[in-house]
């Protein structure tokens, strides 16, 4: 793995983490929320066609489909965004593995 990516992987790690105590801290000053979109099921991680989605800075709409997880079993459970918002940042990359809750991306609120 690349510098880059150990780096993606621990920031995953660490935000999954948070996620499962529920002891998420603050560490934005400003008055603007940030959502993470969690996966909803394991599998591999595979980002919804261009013309739906793509790429960091987008604005997204509560509801619209971010990609999908495809079970081992080959079913594609859809990733939703959980609000509307920016997209911030990307914690995994088009098939990758990825757990069940493991952070997809954050979201900024406005």
């Known amino acids: 793995m690349t510098a880059t990516t150990d780096s993606a992987a621990r920031n995953a790690a660490l935000l999954q983490s948070e996620i499962e105590s529920e ?3 603050v560490h934005d000053t400003t008055l603007m929320d940030e959502k993470i979109l969690i ?5 591999r991680f595979r980002f919804s066609p261009s013309q739906n989605f793509t790429s960091e800075g987008e604005y997204v709409l509560e509801g ?3 990609g999908h997880v495809v079970s081992k079993s080959g079913d594609e459970i859809p990733v939703t965004a959980s609000h509307s918002g920016w997209v911030m940042q990307f914690f995994l990359r088009d098939g990758w593995p990825v757990q069940s ?3 997809v991306l954050s979201l900024r609120l406005l």
């Open 39 to 43: 996966s909803p099921a394991q599998g």
């Open 64 to 66: 619209q489909l971010i």
């Open 101 to 103: 809750r493991q952070p």
């Open 23 to 25: 002891d998420l801290l």
